[in-house]
């Protein structure tokens, strides 16, 4: 889990002023000494006197009074700010969690650390409750492992066993083991149809016109984009973003339409870096437009194939070697789109024909059925990806269908399941078809059709996929530095803070 804070290296600075024949000392406002003038406005004498104001603190350091933080503002005086939840450090909030609280986090007990961030998550066998893994199973109750349908055995010692008469569901027809009942159920369509945000699209690389030379199936890392051209090439591209509006930032999110964050979009240039072919450097890659990649790192990359068949096989750059790493049974669904659940750690993907999320089951080496999503007014599902929030460390699957303008963001609730947690829609100025997207450079989705590759993000679906509202660079600990103007406030660069 990624979650950016803010640690302010805050100092206090104390002004002394002297007088002529012993001096006074500055306070605050008012100051009090022997005879003579110091400075600042310090006047001293035999019977006191009274002195100028001074700074108390160095602008943008902050500080915490409990869990009241409290920033350094022009003028040298401190500004409280509202009460922290979790934590406070160095004049910002922090944290996730109230220390030593648990929680039932994916079907897993985790407890709150001292530095208010969730620990590593427990397995619990017989499942999660109030925040504790249980001990036992109970006569009459049902567990799903994978695809196949469990039943308690009290014991003692208590057990799972397989149901009897033996029970697998079928993900390829869309059923679900559901613990509740203990039988098979069809996966829930999940959700609505109604807009409830805005999103935007940035860049436009076209075919024939920048460096893009063309390709389906995209994903990103870093200042990276990858992109699957013909089944046979893995091109690698370098985005870079310009201050083109000319006011010293580097504005990411800004566009014409967003009222967060308004006025011209700033331009990117993107060139080709490296291409890595199939024949010369094996690389894994299934068919274009149906093998999703999914990039973790700057060495690698996973990606759906070679044989479209549900496999996952990772690439070193480095070594130009491939090794598949998830095998599913000959029964798998085929799966086109691909990614990873940082939170759970788990594997997710999707196939065309059916709106359906799948997670992989590595126990059974199975692809096990999560959910369905509405049709979002497109022909076709042809888009999935898995990114926690910075912000609040929730995991999120964001799907979208090939001709349709959405993106829709679900979570899975401890309680409810599987969730919609907003529907985003955009105005495609391209008229482009979404073959396979992806989340990574400029904290934005990136989109492939063939033609095009294009960047979506700012508005309502900014605000869970980065640190810092507005594309602010985030600051503190092992951070750059923020642009000359800004100063550090609550873990983002901010300008000309008051």
Known sequence: MRILAALFLGTVAVATACGADGGGVAANNNGTGGSGAGPDGAVGGSGGGTGGSTPTCIIGTGQCSGLIPQICQIGGIWSSGAECPFACANGACTGTCKPASTECKFGKSRTCGANAEWEAGIDCEFGCENGLCRTACLAGEFNCYGNEVRQCDPGPPAKWVAKAPATTCSASAGTKCDAKTGTCITVPTVGGTTPTGKYYQYATFKTGETAFLGGYDVTSFGD???????????????????????????????????????????????????????????????????????????????????????????????????????????????????????????????????????????????????????????????????????????????????????????????????????????????????????????????????????ELGGGDIQKDLEPCENGKPACGDNLPACPSGHFCQAGCCKKNVR
């Open 224 to 454: 990276f984009v990858y992109v699957n051209r013909s089944s046979a090439n893995l091109d690698v591209y370098k985005v870079t973003l310009l201050d083109t509006d000319g006011d010293g930032d580097l504005e990411p999110n800004q566009h014409p339409d967003n009222p967060d964050n308004p006025g011209p979009v700033e331009q990117r240039t993107i060139e080709l870096v490296i291409t890595y072919t199939k024949a010369a450097d094996t690389t894994p890659l299934g068919p274009a437009s149906q093998s999703s990649l999914h990039a973790q790192g700057a060495d690698k990359i996973f990606m759906l194939g070679p044989t479209h068949n549900g496999a996952i096989s990772e690439f070193v750059y480095g070594t130009k070697s491939s090794t598949i790493v998830i095998q599913p049974t000959a029964t798998t669904p085929v799966m086109s789109f691909l990614g990873f659940g940082y939170g759970d750690g788990q594997w997710y993907s999707g196939n065309e024909s059916a709106r359906r999320v799948y997670s992989f089951h590595a126990p059974t080496k199975s692809w096990v059925a999560e959910f369905g999503y509405p049709n979002l007014a497109g022909s076709h599902m042809d888009g999935m990806e898995v990114v926690i929030s910075p912000k609040t460390g929730e995991q999120y699957v964001y799907v979208s269908d090939m001709t349709s303008d959405f993106i829709g963001q679900y979570r899975n609730d401890s309680v409810q399941g599987w969730v919609q947690e907003n529907l985003f829609e955009y105005n495609d100025a391209t008229s482009s078809a979404i073959e396979g997207f992806g989340f990574g450079t400029l904290n934005h989705f990136w989109g492939s059709s063939g033609t095009f590759v294009y």
